[in-house]
């Protein structure tokens, strides 16, 4: 009988603060890019999760499946970094469901 490993299911949220979007139409630009490309570059599912009034703020919800949590905290810690690296991130917090 072949033993199955868990799979592990990571989620998380990134609270990005906008600085100089002067409209939701301008807002929804860069979330809508941003979206995509963490989709590509990651292979992960991404959406605008909350704050879709606030000019100021995107709240992204991310998620993805994976082997164990050490390559899941590996994968969080590779988008966190790119994320920076393009805007300013307030928080960013996830966890794990294992199946």
């Known amino acids: 009988m072949d033993v199955i490993e868990p799979m592990v299911v990571a989620y998380g949220n990134i609270l990005i603060r906008l600085f100089g979007v002067n409209s939701l139409k301008e807002k929804r630009s860069?979330?809508?890019s941003l979206?995509?490309?963490l989709k590509k570059q990651f292979e992960i599912s991404a959406?605008?999760?909350g704050r879709q009034d606030s000019k100021d703020y995107?709240?992204?919800?991310i998620a993805f499946a994976t082997l164990s949590e050490s390559d899941a905290e590996a994968?969080?810690?590779t988008i966190e970094n790119y994320v920076?690296?393009?805007y300013t991130i307030e928080e960013f917090t996830y966890d794990y469901h294992h199946f």
Do not use: C, H, T
């Not at 995107?58 to 919800?61: A, C, K, N, P, R």
């Open 75 to 77: 994968k969080f810690d």
């Open 47 to 49: 959406i605008e999760s």
């Open 35 to 37: 979206v995509n490309d």
């Open 84 to 86: 920076e690296g393009r």
């Open 30 to 32: 860069i979330v809508r």
């Open 58 to 61: 995107v709240l992204i919800g």
